[in-house]
């Protein structure tokens, strides 16, 4: 098993930043794809950002590109998304996932992990 917690979340401006920061223990010793989702009020849950096993590659939302960065330690066992400009549109429960699929999973039926979530709100 594979646990993730996820911190960092909370309360900004506009404009604002914020970085998030999730934490991987249990079956470390396996690499996994990374995620980032974030469900909205009445939404679908959707990928953020992705990044491989070994971080040399990264998939972002079309809606983030630009102003989110993705990042991962796999010598501390953490992933971490930097939030730049933030919107208010960017208001959701932010997820933590890991993946066993080799390749570039971006479905949510793709992923076997998942933190509790952490509330990200974006004031205008």
């Known amino acids: 098993q594979v646990q993730l917690v996820e911190s960092g979340g909370g309360l900004v401006q506009a404009g604002g930043s914020l970085r998030l920061s999730c934490a991987v223990s249990g079956r470390t010793r396996s690499t996994y794809v990374m995620a980032w989702f974030r469900q909205a009020p009445g939404k679908e849950r959707e990928i953020v950002a992705a990044?491989?096993?070994?971080?040399?590659?990264?998939h972002y939302a079309d809606s983030v590109k630009g102003r989110f960065t993705i990042s991962r330690d796999n010598t501390k066992n953490a992933m971490y998304l930097q939030m730049n400009s933030l919107m208010p549109d960017d208001t959701a429960v932010y997820y933590c996932?890991?993946?066993?699929?080799?390749?570039?999973?971006?479905?949510?039926?793709?992923?076997?992990?998942w933190g509790q979530g952490i509330q990200v709100t974006v004031s205008s």
């Open positions: 996932a890991a993946s066993l699929i080799l390749g570039a999973p971006v479905k949510r039926g793709e992923y076997d992990y």
């Open positions: 990044i491989s096993r070994v971080g040399g590659m990264t």
